[in-house]
């Protein structure tokens, strides 16, 4: 009997044990503490809000702002010294009274809602429909920060998008996975070129002769940086966020377009200003680069996901200098880029795409045989050697006139009028495989004999260099 008493008393101690811990954890987890409105607004400043008198704020936390007038706005922490918060305002600040508006502190960051849903529907720059369509359910609620991938567990791109533009396809080839900009300015057809491979883009599947398209699902996120500053700097995160869920939890191939990188920086400017910081290049901050990084780091092949993202950012440069910060620092950041020239442009060249300071550093790993065409290097090597002496031999006749050529000089020169009219022209509607691509370059090369060609293996130039039309292999 004593026994049983003392087996009871222990039962009696480890319930209620449990009991204490199980109180414990509802009050850590699941007891929401009370939110503190403040009206301790000190002073506005652009598009920031600075606040006194602040407890415990936190880097990052979502506020509430409600003016005078009832009119709500929300916010995020930019920066914390002690209890003063300065605040960023998504809406802007324009109308906000420093002794009137009330200032809440949510204590949670910034999450968009994403959802399957989000496909085909548009949205402003903080992530609300715009398209007079049902209210999507969210199935989630992210971070737009994102999370960081492990490098280890990357996978290195190696599988073509064909985007039926001669100058991208056959010589700056896209991986899918690549994040590669298309450097621009005002004025030039960027967005049409954008708008262009959105319609076109497709996967060349390994060991296979034909495109297939059903096989792959291709969700495009439109990122438009026409709106407000603090909107310019969260869109596209949001776009991201919506984009990273897609292709690692839903399984899909995202291709993110992001127009205008350049109104994004100009953004980061107009914040830093007003933050007071000390001014890098052309009064950009200095920390513009890991900025930058870390919208371009979102893009990739992650394992055990079949989903993947491609990014193609477009930034104008400024008075068409790729010198520019802008254009600069996202050069050290993305694999590559896209040259859309003035000059071409100017002669009616439709893509106007300059292929010599194009470049595309994934290339080598996602053409060739099993992938594309066992020719397709060498050709596109070739094709680069002969539009670069083309281009100097044109010089050069400006300088000592067309008599003074010999008769390779103008066998380069009759190459580089047809190169740029054959094989950069083509329509906004024209949709080349990468193998009618390659057979274009071939007859283009045709115009030199054989022992011109170089840069072609002997044993390449046997087998497709006879053919008036090569066929794929």
Request: hydrophobic letters at 40%; a negative charge; one cysteine or more.
């Amino acid at each position: 009997m004593a026994t049983l008493v003392a087996n009871r008393a222990m039962d009696i101690n480890g319930v209620a044990a449990a009991a204490r811990t199980h109180t414990q954890a509802v009050t850590r987890n699941y007891i929401s503490q009370p939110r503190l409105t403040y009206s301790t607004v000190s002073g506005v400043n652009g598009p920031l809000v600075i606040l006194d008198n602040v407890k415990f704020p936190r880097y990052a936390e979502i506020v509430h702002l409600t003016l005078p007038d009832g009119t709500k706005r929300s916010g995020q922490v930019l920066e914390v010294i002690g209890s003063k918060a300065v605040v960023q305002v998504f809406e802007g600040t324009s109308g906000i009274d420093a002794k009137k508006t009330a200032c809440e502190f949510t204590g949670d960051i910034l999450r968009t809602p994403v959802s399957e849903d989000m496909l085909g529907r548009v949205f402003n720059g903080s992530g609300k429909p715009i398209d007079r369509g049902p209210t999507v359910l969210a199935e989630d609620y992210l971070d737009i920060m994102g999370q960081p991938i492990n490098p280890q567990c990357r996978i290195y791109p190696e599988e073509m998008i064909q985007t039926g533009i001669s100058a991208i396809d056959g010589m700056n080839s896209i991986a899918r996975g690549q994040k590669i900009p298309i450097f621009s300015a005002a004025g030039l057809p960027h967005n049409e070129i954008a708008a262009q491979i959105c319609r076109q883009a497709g996967l060349v599947q390994k060991s296979k002769d034909v495109m297939d398209y059903s096989a792959e699902n291709f969700a495009i996120v439109f990122a438009a940086m026409g709106v407000s500053g603090i909107e310019r700097i969260i869109t596209p995160r949001l776009a991201l966020t919506t984009a990273e869920y897609l292709a690692y939890q839903c399984e899909k191939h995202v291709l993110v377009i992001l127009t205008d990188m350049s109104s994004y920086a100009e953004a980061l400017r107009e914040v830093s200003a007003a933050r007071e910081e000390v001014p890098g290049r052309r009064g950009f901050p200095g920390y513009m680069y890991t900025d930058l990084a870390t919208i371009y780091e979102r893009a990739g092949r992650v394992e055990g996901r079949n989903g993947s993202i491609t990014q193609i950012p477009i930034l104008t440069m400024p008075n068409d200098d790729i010198t520019h910060p802008i254009p600069d620092l996202t050069g050290y950041i993305t694999e590559g880029q896209v040259y859309v020239e003035r000059q071409l442009h100017n002669r009616q060249i439709y893509p106007p795409i300059n292929v010599l300071p194009s470049l595309s550093r994934l290339m080598k790993s996602a053409i060739g045989e099993g992938m594309t065409r066992k020719d397709h290097a060498d050709v596109s090597n070739q094709l680069y050697a002969c539009y670069a002496i083309g281009k100097d031999v044109q010089a050069m006749k400006a300088v000592v006139g067309e008599e003074a050529l010999t008769s390779d000089d103008l066998l380069y020169l009759e190459f580089l009028q047809k190169f740029e009219k054959n094989f950069i022209a083509q329509g906004p509607y024209d949709n080349r495989t990468v193998y009618e691509t390659l057979d274009i370059g071939w007859q283009l090369l045709r115009i030199f004999p054989k022992e011109m060609l170089k840069r072609i293996p002997q044993s390449t130039l046997a087998e497709f260099y006879p053919r008036e039309s090569a066929v794929r292999h």
